[in-house]
């Protein structure tokens, strides 16, 4: 399964011990998950590193080579509904990469999309990724 992750989760991965999303990468190569992401949350993520303690950055540095870093996409041809115009390249690319499911921790801008399917895509927390999966 191609699993893309927002900057909000490798951010939190990386930030926090007891985090879920660290959980996800953890259990990455067992469950078959493929984690994806683009340049932009690429980007997003180094740009926030600063804000977190100095192990975020050493778990950065082994994080950043498990996932499959794939161009920004930008454009698509079909109808999105989404209000923030900083995350449509998050989840235009996320449908570009061909996963099956976008895990986020950005509940503001993503919010209206949370548990919901963009064509054919789950947009969901890695809370409720991980229970879905049989985890929780």
């Not at 990386?14 to 998950?33: N, P, Q, T, Y």
């Not at 999105?80 to 449908?95: F, G, H, M, Q």
């Not at 950005?106 to 949370?114: E, I, S």
Request: proline share 4%; charged share 20%; with cysteine.
């Amino acid at each position: 399964m191609r699993v893309f992750l927002d900057s909000s989760v490798i951010l939190s991965a990386c930030g926090s011990e007891r985090s879920l999303s660290r959980l996800v990468f953890e259990l990455a190569a067992e469950r078959d998950w493929f984690l994806v992401s683009a340049a932009y949350c690429r980007a997003e993520t180094i740009k926030n590193l600063a804000k977190f303690p100095p192990q975020a950055s050493a778990r950065w540095g082994d994080y950043q080579h498990r996932i499959e870093w794939q161009p920004n996409a930008l454009t698509t041809r079909r109808p999105l509904l989404l209000t923030a115009s900083k995350d449509r390249p998050v989840l235009i690319s996320a449908l570009a990469a061909g996963c099956e499911a976008m895990l986020t921790l950005d509940t503001g801008d993503f919010g209206l999309l949370l548990g919901t399917e963009v064509y054919r895509m789950l947009v969901t927390t890695p809370r409720d990724f991980l229970i879905k999966a049989g985890l929780g």
